[in-house]
């Protein structure tokens, strides 16, 4: 069992800057890699950043490469998103994912609402 915990949702501007963090618990062991999935209303959910827990290999959408990073810390069992230059398709409920060696294969957080806009 693993739980997560996101917190680090805001409404900014276009051009400003968040930093999410996901806090996990329970069978940490079991985590091979944590990501953050983001879902626009309307559209699906997709993958934003990954990175595994064993040696920090990073997965980064194209479309926020440049903007985003993805960091964690093992020792603190949390991964975090840096988001700068924002805009406004950046919206979106983010997710914060754990993908384990044990079923359900894969856990979710709650969520959390960012909101670019003027």
């Known amino acids: 069992q693993v739980q997560l915990v996101e917190s680090g949702g805001a409404s900014v501007q276009p051009g400003g800057s968040l930093r999410l963090s996901c806090a996990t618990s329970?069978?940490?062991?079991?985590?091979?890699?944590l990501g953050w999935y983001r879902q626009p209303p309307g559209r699906e959910r997709n993958l934003v950043a990954s990175i595994t827990t064993a040696d920090g290999t990073t997965n980064v959408a194209d479309s926020v490469k440049a903007r985003f990073t993805i960091s964690r810390d093992n020792a603190k069992n949390s991964v975090y998103l840096q988001m700068n230059s924002l805009k406004p398709e950046d919206t979106a409920v983010y997710y914060c994912n754990a993908k384990t060696f044990r079923q359900p294969w894969n856990y979710w957080g709650q969520g959390t609402q960012v909101t670019v806009s003027s």
């Open positions: 329970g069978v940490t062991s079991d985590v091979y890699q």
